[in-house]
């Protein structure tokens, strides 16, 4: 997993969070990715998706 702030896209006010989780030791597969406003709103966005491949993740 990945967390990154762009800080030219913030300067920018373009959506600089991003966050991805790839591959193993998840899913071989697995990709998810979103550029969002805040690293809550990254949060919001990709903790359902990543639910869905049956990932538990603590609060």
Same mark, same amino acid.
């Given at each position: 997993? !990945?967390?990154?702030?762009?800080? *030219?896209r913030m300067r920018?006010g373009v959506r +600089?969070?991003?966050?991805?989780?790839?591959? &193993?030791?998840?899913?071989?597969? !697995? !990709?998810?990715?979103?550029?969002?406003?805040?690293?809550?709103?990254? &949060?919001?966005?990709? &903790? +359902?998706? &990543?639910?869905?491949?049956? !990932?538990?993740?603590? *609060?």
């Amino acid at each position: 997993m !990945l967390f990154k702030a762009d800080a *030219e896209r913030m300067r920018h006010g373009v959506r +600089p969070c991003t966050f991805v989780a790839k591959g &193993l030791p998840f899913h071989e597969d !697995l !990709l998810v990715r979103t550029d969002a406003a805040s690293v809550d709103a990254c &949060l919001e966005m990709c &903790l +359902p998706k &990543l639910s869905e491949r049956g !990932l538990v993740v603590p *609060e």
